[in-house]
């Protein structure tokens, strides 16, 4: 089961960011928070050690904010996964552990 709502925090930020997820390790869900200064086309993607995307947490236009978007990775098997995100020509990318 994968969530990708995302709740919108706070006013809007001076930057863009990608957050290190919390809890890392997690088992099995986490929190993924990023900040937009501007409203534009958000893209939030998982990947495995292999570079092979496993989910699409986002894939929208959002506006200015800073977002926390879930990630359940009960069906997904333990090991390293990466989330990136592209945001306008920002482009961030971060590693995180499910534990099982």
């Known amino acids: 089961l994968v969530t990708g709502v995302g709740t919108q925090l706070t006013l809007t930020p001076d930057k863009y960011e990608l957050a290190q997820n919390y809890p890392?390790?997690?088992?099995?869900?986490?929190?993924?928070?990023?900040?937009?200064?501007?409203?534009?086309?958000v893209s939030l993607k998982i990947f495995d050690v292999t570079g092979r995307e496993v989910a699409k947490l986002v894939n929208e236009v959002r506006p200015?904010?800073?977002?926390?978007?879930?990630?359940?990775?009960?069906?997904?098997?333990?090991?390293?996964?990466?989330?990136?995100?592209?945001?306008?020509?920002?482009?961030?990318?971060k590693r995180m552990v499910l534990v099982k």
Request: charged share 15%; aromatic share 20%; hydrophobic share 40%.
């Open 64 to 93: 200015s904010g800073v977002f926390s978007v879930d990630f359940n990775g009960a069906d997904f098997a333990s090991g390293v996964y990466f989330y990136r995100i592209e945001a306008q020509d920002f482009i961030d990318t």
């Open 24 to 41: 890392n390790p997690f088992n099995p869900t986490t929190k993924i928070n990023f900040s937009l200064p501007k409203q534009g086309f």
